[in-house]
């Protein structure tokens, strides 16, 4: 049987604890606290030495001093000996930016796997990773990793709570696609793919027609931001005619008013996962994570 100890970054907290408490692995604590200055301090309790840790951090919000928590984290964990060090990081950030677009830009996703991988973890467990022009994370980081998906128990929710009557699942964009037909698999109902050109942070056109009159539509995407990407969908479907539009999302990072944006705009219902917990967290990936930790020998 697999024994792990599970350790958490100040993000992670809620997954760690709803982990332990499924797999009955122990829990240290983390002592966590900032200098005058600035820099973070952080001292993991007990002992873990010769034992394989795991370390859950989100990286939801704060993304730079979040990774920063977990890289101390992992470092010390190492410092005291222990065997292994897998990082659980559920929303793992920067993914969006896995190019060069321009002259002059970082290609940031890389940067932060090798800052994992630099701070002495083994292996990585996330969820719907912002794979578009990436296929998968190996292209990235050198370790093990492995991409869970939250799509089919969003899609399972949705089946239960709303029912699957005159249903049409759209995403966004082209790399929503393997989110939507996923979600369209599970539901066993159509899917219609949106055009997205970004203008800017705030700002985005969205174009398309999809067939959607009468119909309603389950709208996909891996991360809500400035809700301006589904803002924009929602609009086009509405010109479309759909009848009633729901939202499902893995990450609901909901910043500057999104949720309002989007209930303005005439969105029904948001269902989102706990990787970044909100009042719209009505699945958690926790069991799913306790499933893989079990399971990835
Ligand atoms: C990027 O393509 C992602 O899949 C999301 O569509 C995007 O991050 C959403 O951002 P926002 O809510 O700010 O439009």
Redesign the pocket.
């Known amino acids: 049987m697999v024994e792990l100890i599970i350790a958490f970054g100040s993000s992670g907290e809620h997954l760690a604890r709803a982990v332990a408490k499924i797999t009955r692995f122990s829990v240290t604590e983390t002592e966590t606290r900032r200098f005058p200055d600035g820099e973070l301090y952080v001292r993991v309790m007990g002992d873990a030495s010769r034992e394989d840790v795991v370390v859950f951090q989100s990286l939801g919000m704060r993304p730079d001093r979040l990774l920063m928590e977990y890289c101390l984290i992992a470092d010390a964990v190492k410092g005291m000996g222990c065997k292994t060090v897998t990082a659980v990081i559920p929303y793992l950030a920067y993914a969006?930016q896995d190019a060069r677009f321009r002259s002059g830009e970082p290609l940031s996703i890389k940067l932060v796997a090798r800052s994992l991988e630099g701070a002495g973890t083994d292996r990585l467990i996330s969820v719907d990773a912002?794979l578009?022009r990436l296929r998968a994370l190996k292209e990235v980081f050198t370790i093990p990793t492995l991409n869970l998906s939250a799509m089919p128990l969003l899609a399972e929710y949705y089946k239960t709570e709303f029912g699957v009557r005159n249903v049409i699942v759209v995403g966004?964009?082209s790399?929503?696609e393997q989110w939507a037909s996923t979600v369209a698999g599970t539901l066993s109902t159509e899917y219609s793919i949106l055009n997205?050109e970004?203008l800017g942070?705030?700002d985005?056109e969205i174009s398309g027609s999809p067939s959607v009159r009468g119909k309603t539509v389950v709208l996909v995407?891996?991360?809500?931001?400035?809700?301006?990407?589904?803002?924009?969908a929602i609009r086009k479907l509405r010109s479309k005619g759909a009848k009633r539009i729901d939202v499902l999302t893995t990450h609901a990072?909901l910043?500057e008013g999104?949720l309002s944006l989007l209930r303005k705009a005439g969105m029904s219902h948001l269902v989102s996962t706990d990787t970044i917990p909100r009042s719209t967290s009505r699945v958690s990936v926790a069991p799913m994570i306790a499933d893989a930790l079990r399971e990835w020998k």
Do not use: F, N, Q, Y
């Not at 995407?221 to 924009?232: C, M, N, R, W, Y």
């Open positions: 969006r912002h578009h966004p964009d790399e929503s997205k970004r942070d705030r985005v995407d891996d991360i809500i931001s400035t809700g301006k990407t589904l803002v924009g990072l910043v999104a």
